[in-house]
């Protein structure tokens, strides 16, 4: 049974680095949560490391753009690991080979220009047009504003008739934009593998993102004890479930995508919150309403 805590106060004396969720956790898409802010403040002032680990399709110099915008401090993080890095590594290994098709909105272009120091490209990597394409990658929906997964229904089925496979930069199948849900690349890697497609994800909650993680973090202070690393986020089946498949401890953020589901207002309801778990067959090691 998960514990619901107060604040992170509580038992972040158990943890020398956090592996922390951004969107539904850190910042809603256009501005920063104060009290989590304050909170990652705390954690840092006290020593620990903040690893920032986002489904983001974007590499991670985008990343740090974007956060500069929405105003999310430098002082609350000390690295960050994206399924843009993790899926832009993929892609330059030849996962999906080196003519590829990019199926998402322009702001994404960063996906390939953007290359950390310890990515590179190995294959030679050219973007082509659909027709001519050896696979996808998708980093979203062109106009996650008004688009659904099914207006790109006609375009995934020309790729699974020609045996493409798609990378996916962000298996998030949906966010929260302020008061807005949206869908992501998670949900037209999930149409595409029903149809048929081979998908082919690196982001939360499979192991490459937190491969990722953990070269970074050692990078900051050298080896942590894993016993000491608590992933956290909102999404129960990205940030718990792959903390779990890593065998990491969890904080879950009840108050972001399963508000309505757990009864959240400052803090969750535990008879709602403990159905919502069971159904999702999840079992955090911690629970609260909004980090703080």
């Given at each position: 049974?998960?514990?619901?805590?107060?604040?992170?106060?509580?038992?972040?004396?158990?943890?020398?680095?956090?592996?922390?969720?951004?969107?539904?956790?850190?910042?809603?898409?256009?501005?920063?949560?104060?009290?989590?802010?304050?909170?990652?403040?705390?954690?840092?002032?006290?020593?620990?490391?903040?690893?920032?680990?986002?489904?983001?399709?974007?590499?991670?110099?985008?990343?740090?753009?974007?956060?500069?915008?929405?105003?999310?401090?430098?002082?609350?993080?000390?690295?960050?690991?994206?399924?843009?890095?993790?899926?832009?590594?993929?892609?330059?290994?030849?996962?999906?080979?080196?003519?590829?098709?990019?199926?998402?909105?322009?702001?994404?272009?960063?996906?390939?220009?953007?290359?950390?120091?310890?990515?590179?490209?190995?294959?030679?990597?050219?973007?082509?047009?659909?027709?001519?394409?050896?696979?996808?990658?998708?980093?979203?929906?062109?106009?996650?504003?008004?688009?659904?997964?099914?207006?790109?229904?006609?375009?995934?089925?020309?790729?699974?008739?020609?045996?493409?496979?798609?990378?996916?930069?962000?298996?998030?199948?949906?966010?929260?934009?302020?008061?807005?849900?949206?869908?992501?690349?998670?949900?037209?890697?999930?149409?595409?593998?029903?149809?048929?497609?081979?998908?082919?994800?690196?982001?939360?909650?499979?192991?490459?993102?937190?491969?990722?993680?953990?070269?970074?973090?050692?990078?900051?202070?050298?080896?942590?004890?894993?016993?000491?690393?608590?992933?956290?986020?909102?999404?129960?089946?990205?940030?718990?479930?792959?903390?779990?498949?890593?065998?990491?401890?969890?904080?879950?953020?009840?108050?972001?995508?399963?508000?309505?589901?757990?009864?959240?207002?400052?803090?969750?309801d535990p008879d709602r919150l403990e159905a919502y778990l069971a159904e999702a067959q999840q079992s955090p090691d911690y629970s609260i309403g909004h980090l703080r």
């Amino acid at each position: 049974m998960t514990r619901i805590i107060e604040r992170l106060d509580d038992i972040s004396d158990r943890y020398d680095a956090l592996f922390v969720d951004l969107w539904g956790c850190l910042h809603d898409g256009y501005r920063p949560f104060p009290d989590a802010v304050a909170a990652l403040e705390r954690f840092k002032s006290g020593g620990g490391k903040v690893v920032l680990l986002t489904n983001s399709p974007r590499p991670r110099a985008a990343v740090i753009r974007q956060l500069e915008k929405i105003g999310v401090p430098r002082a609350t993080w000390d690295d960050i690991a994206s399924s843009g890095d993790s899926a832009q590594a993929g892609m330059m290994r030849g996962a999906v080979g080196r003519h590829v098709y990019h199926m998402g909105p322009p702001v994404d272009e960063s996906f390939f220009a953007d290359t950390a120091d310890d990515i590179t490209d190995e294959v030679g990597i050219t973007r082509v047009p659909l027709t001519e394409a050896e696979g996808i990658v998708c980093t979203g929906l062109e106009d996650d504003e008004t688009e659904t997964p099914e207006d790109y229904r006609a375009q995934l089925l020309y790729a699974k008739n020609a045996g493409m496979k798609l990378l996916c930069a962000n298996p998030d199948i949906v966010v929260d934009r302020g008061d807005k849900r949206i869908f992501c690349a998670g949900a037209l890697a999930q149409l595409y593998t029903e149809m048929g497609g081979k998908s082919l994800y690196f982001g939360k909650p499979h192991p490459p993102i937190y491969d990722l993680a953990r070269r970074r973090l050692r990078a900051l202070d050298g080896p942590v004890d894993e016993s000491r690393i608590l992933c956290m986020g909102d999404g129960i089946a990205t940030d718990i479930q792959g903390a779990t498949g890593e065998n990491l401890d969890s904080l879950f953020i009840s108050g972001g995508l399963a508000r309505a589901e757990t009864g959240t207002d400052r803090q969750p309801d535990p008879d709602r919150l403990e159905a919502y778990l069971a159904e999702a067959q999840q079992s955090p090691d911690y629970s609260i309403g909004h980090l703080r």
